[in-house]
């Protein structure tokens, strides 16, 4: 989405573009953007006269970036309970549906099967 600062061409200030939506019956099938400052109405995107904004200064480059660690190896991923089939959550206790043991989210078991 483009900045929704306008120029707009009947009063000539630069206001606020309003995005509604367009609806046949109860189906959304356009947007039309409105002039806050004077109530103008533009049909489409293409036609609103957007004001662009300056780019930001890059302060960093590519080489600034720091590197990514990994904490867990591949097949570590997706093993705690949350993610075991046996996982059962009710409002008042988490369990473990295979030993019935209360259990946390993020604990890691040896029954462990992919929900």
């Avoid at 309003?18 to 019956?25: A, I």
């Avoid at 206790?93 to 993020?106: H, K, M, P, V, W």
């Amino acid at each position: 989405m483009r900045s929704m600062e306008i120029k707009c061409r009947k009063c000539g200030t630069v206001a606020i573009a309003r995005p509604e939506p367009v609806y046949e019956g109860f189906k959304k099938t356009a947007t039309s953007y409105i002039c806050t400052e004077c109530g103008e109405v533009y049909p489409t995107e293409a036609e609103t006269p957007f004001v662009s904004k300056p780019d930001r200064p890059a302060l960093f480059s590519e080489e600034d970036k720091p590197e990514v660690i990994s904490i867990f190896d591949d097949d570590e991923r997706r093993r705690c309970c949350s993610w075991c089939r046996h996982f059962v959550v009710n409002p008042f206790s988490q369990r473990c549906g295979l030993t019935n043991r209360e259990t946390d989210a993020t604990d890691i078991c040896p029954h462990f099967e992919p929900a």
